[in-house]
């Protein structure tokens, strides 16, 4: 009787699956499909990936092999040429050098332009972002307006960021030489409060500390008010008894 019981539970069982099938097979198949759809995507996305960086990495070691025997002018134009065509970060990279042969050329200009792009660039990382930022400040703060080095680095004069103390530092330096005194004290009394800061850095925010100090105007104190004098009030006469002259 237990075989029989048990036959025709895996029956019902049986029964019961075909039916789930017929109604819902269907669906189960194409979702198996497109799982393995997906799957098969993304493992070919990521091979497309390495793909390109190898090819971007190889093209970027032969234009960095050619400007060895070019003049800066040359080998400026073939690393933007590159750049224009490139991924993110090599075009990074080959913005970074590009600037650098400018400034070999004498056309500062040229190279803080190549800067502002990597700059502005959102698909760089902001690591790079930020150290352009710095690099172009520190190529054009002798030069250009506080409010224009507010304009490039405030951005950067943030806790998290990792840019902030060179960023504060320029700024500084572009408030001092605006005649902004007090602005350039906070930025340098910022450095010097922040522990991260490297001693290099600190050490140049005490000396311009120094040179601030004396267009600094010393707070006025108001003289303390003097103590009122005590008035000292004459002791009354004691009246005497009227004496009783029939007494006398």
Known sequence: MTDIFSEIEQDLRREQANKL????GIYLVGLAVAIIAIAAGVIGFRAWQNAQAASASAAYDAVIATTKNQKPEEAAAALAAF???STSGYAALARFQQAGFLLKAGNKEGAVAALDKIAADKSVSAVMQ???RVKAGLLVVDTTTYEDMRGRLAILDDESNGWRNSARELLGLAAYKAGKYAEAQTEFAAIISDKSA?????????VMQALIAPHIP?????PAAAPAEKTETAPQKATEPATDKKAE
Do not use: C, I, N, Q
């Open 21 to 24: 099938w017929a109604k819902y």
């Open 83 to 85: 750049a224009d065509t």
């Open 198 to 206: 490297s001693a290099g850095l600190r050490d140049r925010a005490h």
């Open 130 to 132: 930020g150290m352009a």
């Open 218 to 222: 010393l707070p006025v104190v108001e």
